[in-house]
């Protein structure tokens, strides 16, 4: 093992002790995790279902939806399958994390592929549901086994097909993959890759292309065809204007203050080092991504959660410049752990000032919950704070983890934009509203929904 590879070794041990205390916080914010949103949403098809909630052909979500659907069926505990949800997650990166660098020995895509999970992470801690972060991380070990392939025969013939199922289920995953994608290719066919690797990695990118292709005529969904509307605003944008600027630039100098200095610092050793193509890629990539994100969701209505998951991918294209060419500066100097630590401190603390959002709200369920637990109501949103909420289409279940948990009996809450729609719906005295469709008591696992309401009609409140 040369001198380098034993110094990217010692970063990578660094990060064993970042999953673990991410571990610990997922266990100490499970609720805040897991009863939020979409992961609500989830939760409650896995537990009607007894199986997975996969939506818009996304698979990646496999990888963290067994974990509750494991403790589900052991029969455990809701909040334990709660736990399992919300901790695996970070299982599941750690698992990525330990294939790339013990397994494949590839220790600097690990410590990227770390940088990803902490270097600009706040809010996406608490809403983990999205597709766009399993995706990203489960290419970094697609990206690890490619470059292995042309020196490890048997493993070849074992992991091509898998590989391949691998780049279909990326491909599938989120559109937004496809920037960080091709660049993390571009950026390996410019760096140390030998011949025989750039052709592996080449094949990696024709077969992601022909899989796009696939998605596109064959697993088209409205959901993304109308996500996608988004874009148009790239043509229409003020973009000296646009509050998403000014927003995304005030958090450069705040929580997201690592954009900026990781950016300066890959672009600074490029020029100093002559790399011009790879300065090219670090500013043009940046630069375009960024202006796509901020025009497609221009206004103050977009949640700080949502755009902060959309500019995870800057993450890596920040981060490989750093771990490729400027770590081995800082590793001459002996800094490159110290930053490395520096980083993780960072993160649980963005995570930690992050967290008074999601308790509030939290705490805000709960007081609601302590005035109308034994009604079964629909509520016009107007009666309720949207700033604490954030958002209230998944607030049936949200309110039935709550309160299943804490008090081991299920409220039937909905809060609404448009509670007039129900008037006609909720006549039905064993019915659970959610937001689009009513679930039959009988359809309902009484372990996990313990409904003491069956006396009565969902009323509906109005200002």
Same mark, same amino acid.
């Given at each position: 093992?040369?001198?380098?590879? =034993?110094?990217?070794?010692k970063?990578?041990?660094?990060?064993?002790?970042?999953?673990?205390?991410?571990?610990?916080?997922?266990?100490?914010?499970?609720?805040?995790?897991?009863?939020?949103?979409?992961?609500?949403?989830?939760m409650?098809?896995?537990?009607?279902?007894?199986?997975?909630?996969?939506?818009?052909?996304?698979?990646?979500?496999?990888?963290?939806?067994?974990?509750?659907?494991?403790?589900?069926?052991?029969?455990?505990?809701?909040?334990?399958?709660?736990?399992?949800?919300?901790?695996?997650?970070?299982?599941?990166?750690?698992?990525?994390?330990l294939?790339?660098?013990?397994?494949?020995?590839e220790?600097?895509?690990?410590?990227?592929?770390?940088?990803?999970n902490?270097?600009?992470?706040?809010?996406?801690?608490?809403?983990?549901?999205?597709?766009?972060?399993?995706?990203?991380i489960?290419?970094?070990?697609?990206?690890?086994?490619?470059?292995?392939?042309?020196?490890?025969k048997?493993?070849?013939?074992?992991?091509?097909?898998?590989?391949?199922?691998?780049?279909?289920?990326?491909?599938?995953?989120?559109?937004?993959?496809?920037?960080?994608?091709?660049?993390?290719?571009?950026?390996?066919?410019?760096?140390?890759?030998?011949?025989? =690797?750039?052709?592996?990695?080449?094949?990696?990118?024709i077969?992601?292309?022909?899989?796009?292709?696939?998605?596109?005529?064959?697993?088209?969904?409205?959901? &993304?065809?109308?996500?996608?509307?988004n874009?148009?605003?790239?043509?229409?944008a003020?973009?000296?204007?646009?509050?998403?600027?000014?927003?995304?630039?005030?958090?450069?100098?705040?929580?997201?203050?690592w954009i900026?200095?990781?950016?300066?610092?890959?672009?600074?050793?490029?020029?100093?080092?002559?790399?011009?193509?790879?300065?090219?890629?670090?500013?043009?990539?940046?630069?375009?991504?960024?202006?796509? +994100?901020?025009?497609?969701?221009?206004?103050?209505?977009?949640?700080?959660?949502?755009?902060?998951n959309?500019?995870?991918? +800057?993450?890596?294209?920040?981060?490989?410049?750093?771990?490729?060419?400027?770590?081995? =500066?800082?590793?001459?100097?002996?800094?490159?752990?110290?930053?490395?630590?520096?980083? +993780?401190?960072?993160?649980?603390?963005? +995570?930690?000032?992050?967290?008074?959002?999601?308790?509030?709200?939290?705490?805000?369920?709960?007081?609601?919950?302590?005035?109308?637990?034994? !009604?079964?109501?629909?509520?016009?949103a107007?009666?309720?704070?949207?700033?604490?909420?954030?958002?209230?289409?998944a607030?049936p279940? &949200?309110?039935?983890?709550?309160?299943?948990?804490? !008090?081991?009996?299920?409220?039937?809450?909905?809060?609404?934009?448009?509670?007039?729609q129900?008037?006609?719906?909720?006549?039905?005295?064993?019915?659970?509203?959610?937001?689009?469709?009513?679930?039959?008591?009988?359809?309902?696992?009484?372990?996990?929904?313990?409904?003491?309401?069956?006396?009565?009609?969902?009323?509906?409140? =109005?200002?």
């Amino acid at each position: 093992m040369t001198d380098k590879t =034993q110094a990217y070794k010692k970063s990578f041990i660094i990060g064993l002790i970042a999953y673990l205390l991410l571990f610990v916080f997922s266990i100490v914010y499970y609720k805040e995790r897991t009863i939020f949103t979409d992961i609500a949403y989830h939760m409650f098809f896995i537990i009607k279902t007894n199986g997975f909630a996969i939506q818009n052909f996304r698979y990646v979500a496999y990888f963290s939806q067994v974990f509750p659907l494991l403790a589900l069926r052991l029969h455990f505990s809701l909040a334990t399958v709660l736990h399992f949800y919300s901790s695996g997650f970070i299982v599941y990166y750690f698992a990525c994390y330990l294939l790339c660098g013990f397994w494949i020995k590839e220790y600097r895509l690990s410590i990227t592929l770390l940088l990803c999970n902490i270097l600009f992470v706040a809010h996406t801690f608490f809403w983990i549901q999205s597709e766009l972060p399993q995706a990203l991380i489960f290419l970094f070990l697609l990206v690890a086994i490619t470059l292995r392939l042309p020196s490890r025969k048997l493993f070849t013939f074992i992991s091509i097909p898998l590989l391949l199922a691998g780049i279909f289920v990326i491909a599938l995953s989120h559109p937004l993959l496809i920037f960080p994608v091709f660049y993390l290719l571009a950026f390996l066919f410019l760096s140390d890759t030998t011949k025989r =690797q750039k052709i592996s990695l080449s094949v990696f990118g024709i077969s992601y292309a022909i899989m796009l292709l696939i998605k596109h005529y064959y697993f088209k969904t409205e959901y &993304e065809t109308a996500a996608m509307q988004n874009w148009k605003h790239i043509y229409t944008a003020d973009y000296l204007h646009l509050y998403s600027n000014k927003v995304f630039l005030y958090n450069c100098t705040h929580k997201y203050l690592w954009i900026p200095l990781l950016f300066i610092s890959g672009a600074a050793t490029y020029i100093f080092l002559k790399r011009w193509l790879k300065l090219v890629l670090l500013v043009t990539t940046c630069a375009v991504y960024i202006t796509i +994100i901020n025009a497609a969701y221009p206004g103050s209505e977009t949640s700080l959660a949502y755009m902060e998951n959309m500019y995870l991918p +800057i993450a890596l294209f920040i981060g490989l410049p750093f771990v490729y060419d400027v770590m081995p =500066q800082l590793q001459a100097r002996r800094l490159a752990n110290i930053v490395l630590v520096v980083f +993780i401190a960072t993160c649980l603390l963005n +995570i930690k000032l992050a967290s008074k959002i999601y308790i509030a709200r939290l705490n805000w369920e709960r007081s609601f919950l302590e005035q109308h637990a034994d !009604k079964k109501l629909v509520v016009d949103a107007r009666q309720t704070p949207r700033e604490i909420l954030i958002m209230n289409w998944a607030t049936p279940y &949200e309110f039935w983890l709550l309160s299943t948990v804490e !008090k081991h009996k299920t409220a039937s809450l909905l809060i609404t934009d448009d509670a007039q729609q129900f008037k006609g719906r909720s006549d039905n005295k064993k019915i659970f509203l959610g937001p689009w469709e009513s679930h039959p008591y009988s359809e309902l696992n009484k372990r996990y929904f313990i409904m003491e309401d069956s006396t009565s009609t969902y009323s509906v409140l =109005q200002p």
